[in-house]
């Protein structure tokens, strides 16, 4: 929970990437995995391989919820015949199925930089505002990640105005969740 997992370097020996994200049930049966608020993003190995961010084997279950893929390769998960991916409440580069699932530009603060927080028109933590002592900044752009998670999942530790509903990716539900808008 709460996880963000970026620039994965690839490894250059056999095919030449690697997943984000290994699911693989190896001898003793299927492994499952609940990802909640995480964002994986910028996993661009080359070749760009099937489920370059997340890749489910070997008769494992993955549930991913309220999370963020982004720029990784343009196929963000890929389960084998065995296994099963359910996504929910996700925004991700490429259409997935299920209930809540976006598809659009999350709008990051500062990809080149490693800042992944959400732009907010509204207020969004910078950590190098004010000197680097941190400050809330407003942006032009707005994401559609914010107040874009399940209904049901908790959203009182994000900063008021929070809309009464949490962020998408891992700052959703922390004091340093981008603010919605007015």
């Keep these: 929970m709460h996880?963000?997992?970026?620039?994965?370097?690839?490894?250059?020996a056999g095919d030449g990437a690697v997943p984000a994200v290994y699911v693989d049930g190896g001898e003793g049966g299927g492994s499952t995995l609940t990802m909640n608020h995480c964002t994986i993003v910028d996993h661009t190995c080359m070749?760009?391989?099937?489920?370059?961010?997340?890749?489910v084997t070997d008769k494992s279950r993955v549930t991913?919820?309220?999370?963020?893929?982004?720029?990784?390769?343009?196929?963000?998960?890929?389960?084998?015949?065995?296994?099963?991916a359910t996504v929910t409440y996700t925004l991700s580069q490429e259409t997935l199925k299920g209930t809540g699932n976006l598809c659009k530009d999350p709008l990051f603060a500062n990809p080149a930089g490693h800042d992944y927080r959400l732009?907010?028109?509204?207020?969004?933590?910078?950590?190098?505002?004010?000197?680097?002592?941190?400050?809330?900044?407003?942006?032009k752009e707005h994401?559609?990640?914010?107040?874009?998670?399940?209904?049901?999942?908790?959203?009182?530790?994000?900063?008021?105005?929070?809309?009464?509903r949490a962020n998408?990716?891992?700052y959703g539900n922390m004091a340093e969740a981008s603010k919605s808008a007015p």
Excluded: H, M
């Excluded at 963000?4 to 690839?10: K, Q």
């Excluded at 070749?47 to 890749?55: C, Q």
């Design 3 to 12: 996880e963000l997992i970026y620039a994965n370097a690839c490894n250059p």
């Design 47 to 55: 070749p760009t391989i099937p489920g370059n961010g997340i890749k």
């Design 168 to 170: 998408l990716g891992a």
């Design 119 to 139: 732009r907010s028109s509204a207020g969004r933590w910078d950590p190098a505002a004010n000197r680097k002592k941190g400050d809330w900044v407003l942006d």
């Design 64 to 84: 991913i919820k309220n999370s963020i893929l982004w720029n990784n390769g343009g196929d963000d998960i890929d389960a084998d015949a065995t296994s099963k």
């Design 143 to 164: 994401s559609p990640a914010i107040d874009a998670a399940d209904p049901a999942a908790p959203f009182k530790l994000e900063p008021d105005a929070n809309g009464a």
